[in-house]
């Protein structure tokens, strides 16, 4: 039997552009208060909503956990579209950029699943691997 191969090349990395003014004042937050205070001063800045999902999931709080995440999901898929990602093809864990969107993924399947979502969990988990293998990996051991 005929193996079939795929002529086609691979999907190009997305490689999402950083926020350093984001990425420092998330460095400095230390409550609640401050991590909401960067959400809401950089909205578009995923890692403070995965923070934020975080610090709702060590509280035992899945629901704001829930909502943090899909928040900063829905963030990210749209710096990722801007980007040129297609809706397919690697988003690489090993650049910084991207580390809040594959870390709300792995936030948003984890509440799902504390919610009763286990559909949606999967799917998260599932596109977090096909996002990189190496995120999942290192947000699993986190």
Request: proline share 7%; glycine share 8%.
């Amino acid at each position: 039997m005929a193996v079939m191969q795929n002529l086609l090349p691979p999907p190009p990395e997305t490689r999402l552009v950083g926020d350093p003014e984001a990425a420092a004042a998330l460095a400095a937050a230390d409550t609640d208060a401050a991590y909401a205070a960067v959400a809401g001063r950089f909205p578009t800045y995923s890692d403070a909503w995965a923070a934020l999902a975080a610090r709702a999931a060590e509280a035992g709080q899945p629901v704001a956990a829930y909502a943090y995440a899909r928040t900063g999901y829905h963030r990210g898929l749209d710096q990722l579209r801007r980007s040129g990602w297609k809706g397919h093809g690697p988003v690489p864990w090993a650049h910084e950029a991207n580390r809040g969107f594959l870390r709300c993924l792995h936030h948003l399947a984890r509440a799902a699943g504390e919610i009763g979502e286990a559909d949606e969990a999967a799917r998260c988990a599932d596109f977090l691997r096909d996002c990189d293998p190496a995120a999942g990996d290192a947000l699993a051991s986190a």
